[in-house]
């Protein structure tokens, strides 16, 4: 198991109060997972509240970057000690 | 100024660079010498910039390079006015809705500054015509509204070997970096442009009235770094502004 840091931005630290926590977990599913199951219902009740009607996990609308890479671009999801999992809205205002 | 550029048949903005080459600064920008000096004052005249939408933040950006005194300002937006852009986009009045914004911001260079040279598009920029729009431009500055669109652009740019000015928002936050041609860039962020999200959550939550000029004005101290060489552009790292919290983050991006 490696420890990895998940880091919160924006609104989503807004919603759930929280700046960052630690994870141990093998691989990215693994962490994904935890993720989704200590602030996923947290999360959408904060947003339902707000008017803003979400569907999936986390991982399907949130922009979520491990060490500063879209997960969407990565090649493998092993992790190791110390990783940083970014996770926070989509934003594309202007 | 202006009656020497007459007098003499050439450009007003000809006329600004020759007098800050000789050491005597046009009373508009005396308070731009103390940070960029006499010497980044003339480059910016001498830059062009492309702006590529005209709302939130591309009208201030604009309100903005016209006073820092941008020489040549490409605007490109084919939308109009609507009502409920008053809130936040500088350039919508009461009296211009259903009006091109692009017009109207031209128009309010001019106001500002009649040296400063304009070209309007009228045009959507795509994939298909980038390289028609932003032709000439050193810096290209994200005024837009739309993943698919900052895609395309930041091709144009790679294309081009232009750096590219992103920035977004959505309610109380916003998002900025410079991108060179040589950077990772939105793909960090986002994936691949086959995979973007298709809205963000401003959407739902809108956008109040000083988030957009919060990030646009930060964008545009961008485009001064840039173009003068001043200080160091926020590249390979993305700066998320939440002004609720009143924290800034800086995510280093990896690609």
Known sequence: MSPITVRFYSLWRQYLGIDSISLDADNLEEALAQVEEKFGHRLRDQLKADGIQVTGKIQDYSLMLLNGTSLRCLKQTDLRDGDQLQIFPPATGG | ?255
């Not at chain 2, 106001?111 to 994939?127: D, G, K, Q, W, Y």
């Not at chain 2, 032709?135 to 144009?156: C, H, I, M, T």
Request: charged share 20%.
């Open chain 2, 1 to 255: 100024m202006t009656s020497i550029a007459h007098t003499e048949g050439i450009s007003a903005i000809d006329v600004q660079i020759a007098s800050l080459k000789q050491g005597i600064i046009p009373w508009r920008y005396l308070r731009n010498i103390g940070t960029i000096g006499l010497d980044g004052q003339i480059k910016l005249l001498q830059s062009t910039v492309a702006v590529v939408g005209a709302g939130g933040l591309g009208g201030t950006i604009i309100e903005l390079l016209a006073r820092q005194g941008t020489g040549h300002i490409i605007i490109i937006d084919n939308d109009r006015f609507a009502e409920q852009n008053l809130n936040r986009q500088l350039m919508s009045t009461e009296q211009n809705l259903d009006e091109y914004k692009a017009i109207i911001a031209t128009r309010r260079v001019k106001e500002i500054n009649s040296a400063i040279a304009v070209t309007t598009f009228l045009e959507r920029l795509t994939t298909e015509n980038a390289a028609k729009l932003l032709k000439n431009a050193q810096v290209v500055v994200d005024g837009l509204d739309n993943l698919p669109s900052r895609f395309a652009v930041e091709e144009a740019c790679r294309g081009r070997g232009i750096p590219y000015v992103y920035g977004t928002i959505a309610g109380f936050s916003g998002q900025l970096m410079t991108i060179y041609p040589e950077d990772a860039g939105l793909s960090c962020i986002y994936g691949s442009s086959d995979s973007l999200p298709e809205q963000g959550i401003e959407v739902k939550i809108g956008n109040p009235s000083a988030t957009p000029a919060i990030i646009a004005a930060w964008q545009v101290q961008e485009i001064v770094k840039i173009i003068t060489g001043i200080g160091k552009p926020i590249r390979n790292h993305l700066l998320i502004l939440d002004t609720i919290e009143g924290i800034a983050d800086r995510i280093e991006l990896s690609g």
